[in-house]
């Protein structure tokens, strides 16, 4: 029995080290960001930050603000974010600055965060004619075809709340 639980604990710990491994090795995508994100944060990290500059070319992660590692860039100028509000519906989310180590003034293409507990920011995110909603906190992000698509869904779900 002793030996039963042994090497039962054994393959667990492999399981899940190769599991971590592989998601690492992967490259993102805006289909596996907030898996991709959250399989960097070790017991004792808050957060987890993809940060892509300029014209998108060069994207790093930050782990609770420090940086971790460039990442091989999957997103183009063109990306689109906005956050969904119950009463002016979508709204665009203004690019930010970001002040690198030397203290240099540096414009955000894109930033996406997510937190230990695998809450992200609360964006949609509109790229290559799909639409990316990680609005809700607890699940996996839903893809449409529109910004129109995701309206038409929120509508929906707001009609559910008020019946």
């Known amino acids: 029995m002793i030996v039963i639980v042994i090497i039962g604990t054994i ?7 190769l599991q971590t491994i592989s998601t690492q090795s992967q490259t993102p995508s805006l289909t596996n960001l907030k898996e991709y994100l959250h399989s960097f944060l070790k017991e004792d990290a808050k957060n987890a930050r993809l940060l892509c500059l300029d014209d998108c070319s060069e994207c790093s992660l930050y782990i609770d603000g420090l940086k971790e590692k460039s990442v091989e860039s999957f997103l183009d100028s063109t990306v689109e974010v906005y956050r969904y509000d119950f009463l002016q519906g ?3 989310i203004e ?7 030397d203290s240099v003034e540096e414009r955000v293409c894109f930033s996406f965060e997510i937190d ?15 639409a ?13 075809n529109s910004l129109d698509e995701i309206v038409d869904a929120k509508e929906t779900d707001i009609q559910e709340v008020f019946r």
Do not use: M
């Open 90 to 92: 979508v709204v665009a």
């Open 132 to 144: 990316y909603d990680y609005t809700k906190y607890f699940t996996k992000r839903v893809v449409y």
């Open 116 to 130: 230990k507990n695998f809450i992200s920011d609360q964006v949609l995110i509109l790229y290559k004619n799909r």
């Open 11 to 17: 393959y667990t710990l492999a399981v899940s080290k």
């Open 95 to 101: 690019p930010k600055f970001f002040f690198n180590e």
